[in-house]
Nanobody, 123 residues
Framework: QVQLVESGGGLVQAGGSLRLSCGAS????????MGWFRQAPGNEREFVAG???????DYTDFVKGRFTVSRDNAKNTVYLQMNNLKPEDTAVYYC?????????????????WGQGTQVTVSS
């Protein structure tokens, strides 16, 4: 069982930055492809970014050039650096893991999920 815990969410003004962290207990995250999803009220949970076991990355179009996903294996942590935030980025952000080499853009293909962290961007 992988216990994922997100942190780093908060309230920020448009144009600002936040860095989300995802840590784990009980398992080494370098053994998993990792994903970040988000869910705004009334919306489906949607893919944001993913990182493979080989550290290749994937981003959805609406965050390309603004968000960066990375991992620090020594700290057993995955990060989502979010720059130039927009009000439409407001959502609960979830970290997720799957036991494959590459991440997926489909939420049903992930096994482990964190509890989520709220990101609110004010205009």
């Amino acid at each position: 069982q992988v216990q994922l815990v997100e942190s780093g969410g908060g309230l920020v003004q448009a144009g600002g930055s936040l860095r989300l962290s995802c840590g784990a207990s009980g398992r080494t995250l370098s053994n998993y492809a990792m994903g970040w999803f988000r869910q705004a009220p009334g919306n489906e949970r949607e893919f944001v970014a993913g990182i493979s076991k080989l550290d290749t990355t994937d981003y959805t179009d609406f965050v390309k050039g603004r968000f960066t996903v990375s991992r620090d294996n020594a700290k057993n942590t995955v990060y989502l650096q979010m720059n130039n935030l927009k009000p439409e980025d407001t959502a609960v952000y979830y970290c997720t893991a799957r036991n494959f080499v590459v991440p997926s853009r489909t939420k049903g293909e992930y096994t482990y999920w964190g509890q989520g962290t709220q990101v609110t961007v004010s205009s």
